[in-house]
């Protein structure tokens, strides 16, 4: 029984050191991709949509980016996880609605709970997910009318957006590898032997 608490104090000492290590190249490429991502989308946002349309910037887009800025190695933040979870959320959040519309003690719940359930089964389980889904049953004015373009535009695009600027930034420096897939990471190494020759 000692022996079993000593291990798990060490083991937690461990991981919590390593949790509150200060990377500042790690948090600054982390800060460059969600301020570039989230700025893209903000942009078009302010400069290509009319006043009344502005519905390009979700909420949970914001939460995306700290995974997929911010802990890159996490499964949940993997390319299929981000784009998967956010439009199968979507699609769930407005086929909700679309039934259950005037009833939000049952829409949110419903659509939240069936996204966790289809990204689960889906294998993207992408928590702001969660957060699309309740964003179309929720949401007041233009959302709603939106119905199924929602899961187009705003939600596809914007995770697009997301995902190309963690592609580039997120590649920056031989310490960050993302996606984390064994493709992708073969494709990099070949890159990076390919610029050392030249």
Same mark, same amino acid.
């Given at each position: 029984?000692?022996?079993?608490?000593? &291990?798990?104090?060490?083991?937690?000492? !461990?991981?919590? !050191?390593?949790?509150?290590?200060?990377? !500042? &190249?790690?948090? =600054?490429?982390? =800060? $460059?991709?969600? *301020? *570039?991502?989230?700025?893209?989308?903000? #942009? #078009?946002? %302010?400069?290509?949509?009319?006043?009344?349309?502005?519905? =390009?910037? @979700?909420?949970? #887009?914001?939460? /995306? %980016?700290? $995974?997929?800025?911010?802990?890159? +190695?996490?499964?949940?933040? +993997?390319? &299929?996880?981000?784009?998967?979870?956010?439009?199968?959320?979507?699609?769930?959040?407005?086929?909700?609605? +679309?039934?259950?519309?005037?009833?939000?003690?049952?829409?949110?719940?419903?659509?939240?709970? =069936?996204? @966790?359930?289809?990204?689960?089964?889906?294998?993207?389980?992408?928590?702001?997910?969660?957060?699309?889904?309740?964003?179309?049953?929720? /949401?007041?004015?233009?959302?709603?009318?939106?119905?199924?373009? !929602?899961?187009?535009?705003?939600?596809? /695009?914007?995770?697009?957006?997301?995902?190309?600027?963690?592609?580039?930034?997120?590649?920056?420096?031989?310490?960050?590898?993302?996606?984390?897939?064994?493709?992708?990471?073969?494709?990099?190494?070949?890159?990076?032997?390919?610029?050392?020759?030249?």
């Amino acid at each position: 029984m000692k022996k079993g608490l000593k &291990r798990t104090l060490r083991v937690s000492k !461990y991981v919590i !050191y390593r949790e509150t290590l200060v990377d !500042y &190249r790690e948090h =600054f490429w982390s =800060f $460059l991709g969600a *301020f *570039f991502g989230i700025g893209l989308i903000a #942009f #078009f946002q %302010s400069h290509y949509l009319l006043q009344e349309e502005n519905v =390009f910037l @979700i909420g949970s #887009f914001g939460a /995306s %980016s700290v $995974l997929i800025y911010g802990a890159i +190695q996490s499964p949940l933040a +993997q390319p &299929r996880n981000l784009i998967g979870g956010h439009v199968l959320s979507a699609l769930v959040g407005v086929t909700v609605y +679309q039934i259950v519309p005037d009833i939000l003690w049952l829409s949110a719940p419903l659509a939240v709970a =069936f996204s @966790i359930v289809l990204m689960q089964y889906t294998k993207t389980l992408h928590p702001p997910g969660g957060a699309t889904a309740l964003i179309a049953v929720t /949401s007041t004015g233009k959302i709603p009318e939106m119905g199924y373009w !929602y899961v187009l535009s705003p939600v596809l /695009s914007g995770c697009l957006i997301l995902l190309l600027v963690a592609l580039v930034f997120n590649n920056m420096t031989k310490n960050r590898t993302y996606p984390t897939g064994a493709w992708w990471k073969k494709l990099l190494r070949k890159k990076h032997k390919h610029t050392m020759k030249n």
